[in-house]
């Protein structure tokens, strides 16, 4: 009997290795159905910027199904070996040759004439070599009507701001940042992502709501974390026979993977003591500025009671 029959999923419920499944996120479908719409009629760039495991591939994916039908998609996932040249090239052409610029641009005015939208997706776009983000950029500057959507982390941010590549920044249509669920919402999102897999009711006596909120504490309330660390927990629990998940299957798993999750405790502390200590330097700025009041209203009412002495000494 595997985990999954022994608490009746008909599938796994936190898959690790592809996420196709976003919990209650209305930014997430409001940036599909936006740049879905917006891409037919505005050329340019657009991007979505995020931590990983956020959704981005998934946003990105959607708008490829979207688009497809009627205009002529492109996707790329970037690396650091990816060459846009040679994947367009082969896309287009069906060929496996590497092109250049002028090449490219051959290809797609075939495309183009025939009044198909040419869009080229890229996902992770800062994992591209600088030479290939040039390549981009000579593209973008000889085919006008060249829409592009890419996504990145925080490192596309320094992209898009480099003077090198300033194209990018003038061509830049929208952009859109992404981010992590709330500890409540990550919460809900373990309760919710395996409706699909089994009924609630019985999912909430596999795991209950202290070890929900214990898992969104130290998954970095990150999507791939949260699948992640779960999937583990699970099946943490089905070892050792259980009916339900415990803390003590939280604390195996975390124990295993102490540098995941140490990561994301730390950076919540840390987060936490510069809240402390922003409040803390409020806290001694306001007892400041009353002490200096206090003392300069004593020192009033002190000059004030001299005087009086001293008129008092002078009538007398």
């Known amino acids: ?21 976003i919990y209650e996120n209305k930014k997430q479908f409001k940036i599909i159905n936006e740049i879905s719409d917006s891409i037919r009629f505005n050329s340019g760039i657009y991007t979505v910027i995020g ?29 650091e070996k990816t060459d846009i040249l040679k994947v367009i090239s082969e896309q287009l052409s069906l060929q496996s040759k590497k092109g250049n610029v002028d090449d490219v641009f051959q290809l797609i005015s075939k495309f183009h004439k025939k009044g198909q939208n040419i869009i080229l997706i890229i996902d992770d776009m800062q994992e591209l070599d600088k030479s290939q983000i040039r390549n981009l950029v000579s593209l973008m500057e000889v085919i006008e009507y060249l829409k592009v959507i890419a996504s990145g982390n925080k490192q596309l941010k320094k992209i898009l701001k480099n003077k090198n590549f300033s194209v990018l920044k003038e061509k830049k249509v929208k ?24 009924s609630l009711s019985q999912y909430r006596k596999v795991i209950g709501f202290i070890p929900r909120a214990v898992i969104s504490f130290i998954s970095n309330r990150n999507t791939s974390n949260i699948n992640f660390i779960t999937s583990e927990v699970i099946k943490d629990a089905y070892q050792n026979k259980q009916d339900k998940v415990k803390l003590k299957n939280i ?16 950076f919540k502390f840390q987060k936490i003591f510069l809240f402390i200590l922003i409040l803390l330097s409020i806290y001694y700025c306001f007892k400041l500025f009353n002490d200096r009041q206090y003392l300069i209203q004593k020192i009033e009412v002190e000059k004030s009671i001299d005087e009086q002495e001293k008129n008092f000494e002078k009538f007398y």
Do not use: C, R, W
């Open 1 to 21: 009997m595997s985990y999954l029959e022994h608490f009746h999923f008909d599938k796994e419920p936190f898959p690790t290795h592809y996420f196709n499944y």
């Open 175 to 198: 952009s859109y940042k992404l981010s992590h669920f709330s500890f409540v919402s990550a919460m809900g999102y373990i309760n919710s992502i395996s409706v699909d897999a089994l």
């Open 251 to 266: 604390y195996n798993v975390a124990k295993k993977n102490f540098d995941i999750v140490m990561e994301n405790i730390y």
């Open 51 to 79: 931590a990983d495991g956020i959704g981005k591939t998934f946003i990105l994916k959607q708008i490829q199904k979207n688009l497809s039908n009627n205009d002529l998609v492109i996707f790329i996932s970037a690396t």
